[in-house]
C-alpha cells in the first residue's frame, strides 16, 4: 500500500515536470516569437526613414544622372514638369482627377465641387481644427466628402473608395488625389 503511494506520487511528480517543461518550452517559443516580432518592428520603422548623411561622408564614384528626356535650355527646367491628369468616373460621369504625390491630402474645391454634385454639402462629414496651406496661401477645409472613384480600363476597372476634403478657397477644376491615398492604394505613378 506505501509502494503504490510512492508510485502514484512518483507518477503526480512526472506529469507536474512534463507539464511544467511543455509550458516552458511554450513560453520559450513565444519568448522567441515576441523577439522575432519587435525585430520586424525596428527593421520596419528604419526601413521608412530617410538616409542621414553627415558632412565628413566621402563622396566616391559620381556619376551623372541619366536623362530620360530631352534636358530643356538653361533657365527652363521648369517647362519640364508635367501633370498626372487622368479620367475617372465619379458620380457616373467622367472627371479629372489630378494625382499629385506633392499633396499631402486628398482635396477638391468647393466649386468645382458643385458642378459635379449640386447636393454636395448633405453628403459632407464633419472635420475637426484641421488647418492647411498651399505654396501661396492659407487653405479652408469646410468638411470631408466621401466618393468613390472608377478608373475604367479595357480589362478591368479599378473602385477607389476615397474621402476628399472640400476646400472653401480652392479654384482648380478638377480632383487632386493626394500622397494620402496614393500611398493608402499604393499607386506609383512615376512614369
Partial sequence: DHNEKKEESDSEKETEESETSESDQINLINAQINNIDL????????????????????????????LYRTKPEKGMGYTAGKSSISIFMVENQEEKVNLDIGVYCTCVGKIYLKTILPNWEEKLIPIQGLKFSSASESMKPLRIIYLTLIFPHPSQCIRLKVEFLVMENFTSNHFILGNDYLSIYDIDISN
Fill in 39 to 66: 525585430i520586424y518592428e525596428v527593421l520596419d520603422v528604419n526601413s521608412s526613414l530617410p538616409q542621414v548623411g553627415t558632412s565628413d561622408t566621402s563622396l566616391t564614384n559620381i556619376q551623372d544622372a541619366k
